[in-house]
């Protein structure tokens, strides 16, 4: 070898050593939150064992424990025992999926078989780098990634085939904590066979879930609390496509897509979990029905009874059985009645009148550690404040007198 190409060699060699180190040192100076490839490389937080009320900037359950310093839930904490299973983690489950997590339950079971698409961008929750990923998978990581306190098991499946409703179905028995019920099914799905499957497994079960949907045009939605036996079910009053037996793959035209809006499933997501809320901790009034009409800002709000002829078998059975139940319970509803009457008054928004008379009235309040912000003038008779009347009467004669010799 000449002496000129084992420079020309050793030159080279020092050249890409340069090179090579100036990539090391680019890639150390990266911030830790920045994506590389497209995959999130960004920081995590380990678990937390309790819940706590502390209030400091790393606490992420403080403000959710506030609740009950402000008198809205007894023990937040009971989220934590909680299993809420979301069959459908499109635009509206997914958000549901969300706000659970953020909220700190004890476990979600998603069900889905659907796949993450640049089309699903005007929603919420998914992003670009996630498509042609399997939507439950593509949540669990996020969710996982938002709070790992929360269990999540996932299924990726469409569970209107009969294998695929056994695993629903096994699932709902022993999804728990403790392998046993979940406490709570939300259905966000999109059509209405999946709607049909869900409710027939929770007809026989008798699992208390809730459905919700929004339209095609979507500017509306709704949600709906089904206690099997209490509520008219999915198959009570069923839709005319169902009435009718109808395939709905035979509605749905080529090229023509339903509409959607963030907002909208959004709101209804929000209402949704909301609900859910309510239920799981007993706070609040849980809705039956409640609508929402976007173009107009419309709430409706009302209770649908079940059929008694209704199609499925076991929601017969369930509305005889709530039938029964209710007949052993009449002195206790009553009782709540009574109570309910006198909390709201009888208006609507359950605004009391507070008669100042009656809280002037009142000497002492009745809890430890409270009192009145100013003192009230005592009313009594006694003796001593009796005599500047008197004195007033007297000097009153005194003046007619002097009127009189006028
Ligand atoms: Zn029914």
Redesign the pocket.
């Known amino acids: 070898m000449s002496k000129d190409l084992a420079d020309s060699i050793s030159d080279l060699r020092k050249r890409l050593n340069i090179v090579a180190n100036g990539f090391e040192e680019t890639l150390k100076q990266q911030p830790p939150n920045q994506e590389v490839n497209g995959k999130a490389n960004l920081p995590t937080r380990q678990k937390i064992a309790e819940m706590s009320a502390e209030v400091s900037d790393s606490n992420p359950y403080s403000r959710l424990m506030a609740l009950k310093r402000m008198g809205i839930v007894q023990d937040y904490g009971r989220i934590r025992e909680k299993t809420v299973m979301v069959v459908g983690v499109g635009g509206v489950g997914s958000v549901v999926a969300e706000m659970l997590t953020r909220c700190g339950v004890g476990k979600l079971i998603l069900f889905d078989y659907d796949k993450v698409e640049m089309a699903n961008m005007n929603r919420l929750f998914y992003q670009p780098h996630q498509s042609g990923l399997s939507k439950v998978e593509a949540s669990k990581e996020t969710l996982l990634h938002i709070n790992p306190d929360v269990e999540i098991e996932v299924h990726n499946m469409n569970i209107t085939t009969v294998e695929n409703f056994n695993i629903l179905l096994d699932r709902i028995r022993h999804g728990s904590l403790k392998n046993e019920k979940v406490d709570l099914v939300l259905s966000c799905v999109d059509n209405f066979e999946a709607r049909m499957t869900i409710n027939t497994a929770c007809?026989e079960e008798n699992q208390i879930w809730m459905e919700s949907g929004v339209s095609e045009n979507a500017v509306s939605g709704h949600i709906q609390y089904i206690e099997p036996g209490r509520n008219?079910?999915?198959?009570?009053l069923p839709p005319l496509v169902v009435a009718s037996n109808i395939d709905e793959k035979t509605l749905k035209k080529d090229g023509v897509c339903a509409a959607s809006l963030p907002t909208t499933m959004a709101v209804v997501a929000g209402f949704l979990v909301q609900n859910t809320l309510k239920y799981l901790l007993e706070f609040g009034e849980v809705s039956h029905y409640l609508g929402y009409n976007a173009l107009v800002d419309f709430f409706p709000k009302q209770q649908i009874l079940?059929?008694p002829t209704?199609?499925?078998r076991y929601?017969?059975q369930r509305?005889q059985e709530y039938k029964e139940k209710k007949s052993r319970e009449v002195p206790k509803e009553e009782a709540k009645k009574e109570e309910e009457t006198i909390k709201h008054e009888d208006n609507e928004w359950g605004i009391e009148l507070v008669d100042e008379s009656v809280v002037e009235e009142k000497s002492q309040p009745s809890l430890d550690g409270i009192k009145f912000a100013y003192e009230v003038p005592q009313t009594s008779h006694t003796e001593q404040e009796d005599q500047p009347i008197q004195k007033s009467t007297q000097d009153l004669s005194k003046l007619m007198q002097q009127l009189k010799n006028l």
Do not use: T
């Open positions: 007809n008219a079910c999915f198959a009570c079940p059929n209704c199609d499925d929601c017969r509305q």
